[in-house]
């Protein structure tokens, strides 16, 4: 039966909210619309409709969730930048693809980091680099010996994995054939088809790994990972780079102090409930992380500083 | 393989009231949201995964697949009945289909459309459930150098279908890569034609697209025929009762032509990411290619909707293969499928058979179910959709119309992507009193991606070496196919015009 423990959580989120309308007097002016900056189906939209429904229930605000792809959230940031501070919008994107491309196309960007309000962040997707467990080598340092000797090609689906592997190779002294594919699924084909010799996978691997069809190279992020806490970052492993895509949201720039400090209170209640850890627990493998407004606004700008050294400015 | 009592527990469990109900429920859904221009299965399924999280896990996974099942279905419907295909695959239904409803045989096409849809669905599901182990070790032989080779056959086998003109069919196909090409390049992740448009970063959006060149552009230039008044389709109450319906003999004698779609189908459908428009009209080209009769193609042959409705729905139980043993989505509705496994915690992977066997025989039950649900379903809603198309134009087109304009807008980014689509309408509006095949140029733009994304990935593979190619000897042989499918096709096409000219 799962019906108990789901009534006791809409209980103690009838008691938050309550507890919530008592302090804080703003709310939305209509309808408030949580924009996805990823199309239907994948991590990002799942979060996004989940926190949507369980905000919903909550506050008794009513709470749409709208998806708005497009450059991996440039487009839905690109909108929310431009439009009236008035905290009826929010955003949720990914960190990664924004900076990509603030630091490469700085010119064309209609907004930058001071454009937004930070809200929250509500998970790191643990990115890692993995291989066939018949491969000759189990870490970086043996892989690197490997494409010494051999091709090497690895399945990249983002353009920061491949530049941290570029820069790799570059200390090393070696060269890697890169094979472009459109997500992790298709890395993990490759993977396991034998075409590529190693590859990127953020949480969909955990069962192959489990099995013992796969093992893990290192940890992209810059810190481990909590399901493989003895495999080393790429840093911890002697090169210092690493990718940490964050799941973040953001307000319009402007928008009042009461209405922020409402959003950032009703995010922060969401991702707090069971059912929002359970479903992002369930389909990202990670932990709710929470950083707060400060918090988030920081890991942008570090993150900044990390995305020019991969591109190497 | 798990135990016999886990097996029957599992198909029990799909047979209990409330997956039944759910099942149910999905399949009417989902072929009531494939039947309305512009929605579409795959949107309804992405809306309703945060609320499958409440149901049981077999009634919510169940419920997801009888939407997708049913949108199978459904999609053939407004193909047939007003030339306004939704999806490319549906595309290739609507080049028999709507001939033979405007013979006035409204619903012996669309029966056609749905015997043979659930023909090749029921077909796939049988293999998966049969032997999808061994197919999922062929499909992950399957690499980039092979899926090239593929992709080649695929365009060649566009090249069949390309019309009179070849000139025109290959400027056609020409622009579909080139709008294929707007968006990020795979090599070196630069933008390309964005001209500043960051919606278009990841590449046109494909429903504002394919709904904007297949169903407005045809809603358009029917509405502006102003003929309000005439019923959208004609039916013949008093005609030949064998007009209304598909004989056993004519099922019978399209068997092959289904055997060959589902074949197509299924191979296809386990390699992931080639999707369902490749084999529709691969199938759909093969069966031409088979038949005594060529000329009769395009002009309402049954045999038409057979081939292009077995092989766009076999490629949905195909897709659960790699999906079930391997954990690898094949297209986006079984990447939604996977994201409403995994929010119940539950992995699709090598374990799942032996983790999750009654869950598994309960979904391949519920597959089952949704598809003869889908064919009581369908056998009453036929009645009903034709009966609401027999109502005048001006109804049923500016009713049609409202639905893209809303399908747009919810799966492609709001006004931006409704301006696309009037854009590219407009487009196909003009190509097709030019004499250009707007369905060519939908196929390439469709199919353009991954063609590029292979080559991308076959470049980096030889490492610079032409001679390398020699180490994938089936990539190669593929490759070499393409040129003289492409020879043989036109061949055979041009027959049936010489025909006709004296």
């Not at chain 2, 669905?121 to 032997?131: G, R, Y």
């Not at chain 2, 297209?331 to 929010?343: D, E, G, N, P, R």
């Amino acid at each position: 039966m799962r019906l108990l423990p789901k009534l006791a959580s809409w209980a103690t989120a009838a008691v938050i909210a309550l507890a919530g309308a008592a302090q804080a007097e703003w709310k939305p002016d209509g309808p408030l619309t949580l924009q996805i900056g990823f199309g239907a189906g994948g991590s990002t939209d799942t979060i996004g409709r989940i926190v949507a429904k369980v905000m919903k229930e909550q506050t008794g605000w009513n709470v749409i969730a709208e998806n708005k792809p497009g450059g991996g959230g440039v487009a839905m940031f690109t909108g929310i930048a431009n439009r009236p501070a008035d905290g009826s919008v929010v955003g949720l994107g990914v960190n990664m693809p924004l900076l990509v491309n603030l630091v490469n196309r700085p010119d064309q960007m209609q907004f930058d980091l001071d454009s937004f309000e930070y809200l929250g962040t509500a998970a790191r997707a643990q990115l890692a680099l993995i291989a066939r467990s018949d491969a000759p080598f189990d870490d970086v340092a043996g892989l690197v010996e490997y494409a010494r000797e051999n091709n090497a090609p690895l399945a990249f689906d983002a353009k920061p994995q491949e530049l941290a592997m570029r820069k790799v190779a570059e200390q090393a002294g070696v060269e890697f054939q890169f094979l472009s594919t459109k997500g992790g699924a298709e890395n993990a084909k490759l993977i396991l088809g034998g075409q590529a010799i190693a590859g990127f996978e953020a949480g969909e691997h955990l069962e192959r790994l489990a099995a013992g069809d796969i093992k893990m190279i290192a940890s992209m992020n810059d810190t481990r990972h909590n399901y493989a806490p003895d495999t080393p970052t790429l840093p911890e492993q002697g090169y210092d780079i690493y990718v940490d895509p964050v799941f973040f949201f953001a307000t319009t720039a402007g928008t009042p102090a009461d209405a922020r400090a409402a959003l950032t209170e009703a995010i922060a209640e969401a991702l707090a409930s069971e059912e929002v850890a359970t479903v992002v627990m369930n389909s990202l493998k990670s932990p709710i992380v929470n950083l707060g407004p400060e918090g988030t606004r920081e890991m942008m700008m570090n993150g900044l500083a990390n995305v020019a050294n991969l591109f190497g400015q | 393989m798990p135990e016999l009592d886990i097996i029957l527990a599992g198909l029990g469990d799909a047979f209990s009231p409330v997956t039944l109900l759910f099942v149910l429920a999905g399949v009417v859904l989902g072929q009531f949201v494939g039947a309305v221009p512009g929605i579409g299965p795959v949107m309804a399924m992405a809306i309703a995964i945060p609320f499958t999280f409440g149901l049981d896990p077999l009634a919510g996974i169940g419920f997801l697949v009888g939407v997708n099942k049913g949108g199978l279905v459904g999609g053939a419907i407004p193909a047939v009945l007003l030339n306004t295909p939704g999806t490319p695959d549906a595309a290739a239904t609507a080049m028999d289909g709507y001939p033979l409803a405007q013979q006035g045989k409204p619903l012996k096409a669309t029966k056609m459309a749905l015997f043979s849809s659930v023909t090749g669905d029921t077909f796939s599901d049988i293999v998966l459930i049969t032997v999808s182990a061994p197919l999922a070790i062929f499909a992950l032989r399957m690499g980039p150098v092979e899926v090239l080779g593929l992709m080649m056959l695929a365009f060649a086998v566009i090249a069949g279908l390309m019309g009179r003109s070849v000139a025109k069919g290959l400027i056609a196909a020409a622009l579909g890569l080139l709008a294929a090409m707007v968006g990020t390049d795979p090599e070196h992740a630069t933008p390309r034609f964005i001209f500043g448009q960051f919606e278009v970063y990841d590449g046109l959006p494909l429903p504002a697209i394919a709904i904007g060149m297949l169903a407005i552009s045809e809603l358009l230039s029917r509405l502006a025929q102003r003929q309000g008044t005439v019923p959208a389709i004609r039916m013949d109450k008093g005609g030949d009762p064998a007009d209304r319906r598909v004989s056993w003999a004519e099922y019978w004698g399209c068997r092959f032509t289904m055997l060959r779609g589902a074949v197509i189908g299924t191979i296809l459908g386990a390699l992931p990411g080639i999707g369902s428009t490749a084999a529709a009209f691969m199938s759909y080209a093969s069966a031409r290619q088979a038949s005594d009769d060529p000329g009769s193609f395009g002009k309402g042959n049954l045999h038409g909707i057979a081939a292009a409705e077995s092989a766009n729905s076999s490629v949905m139980g195909a897709n659960m293969i790699p999906l079930l043993t391997l954990g690898i989505p094949g297209s986006v509705s079984a990447a939604l499928i996977i994201s409403a496994f995994m929010i119940h915690g539950v992995q699709p992977g090598p374990f799942l058979f032996e983790q999750q066997g009654r869950l598994i025989y309960g979904l391949f039950g519920a597959m089952i179910l949704a598809n003869l649900l889908n064919l009581i379903v369908g056998q009453l809603g036929l009645r009903l959709w034709t009966l609401v198309v027999s109502a005048p134009q001006s109804f049923v087109f500016t009713a049609a119309l409202l639905m893209c304009f809303v399908g747009v807008s919810l799966a492609s980014g709001g006004l931006f992507g409704i301006g696309l689509m009037l854009g590219f309408a407009v487009l196909a509006f003009v190509m097709t009193a030019f004499g250009f095949s707007v369905v060519v140029f939908i196929i390439a733009f469709f199919l353009g991606p991954r063609l590029e994304i292979s080559l991308s990935q076959t470049l980096a593979l030889l490492n610079g070496n032409p001679l390398a190619l020699l180490n994938y000897p089936f990539g190669l042989l593929l490759m070499l196919a393409a040129p003289v499918a492409a020879v043989a096709l036109a061949r055979k096409r041009s027959v049936p015009t010489r025909e006709e000219v004296t």
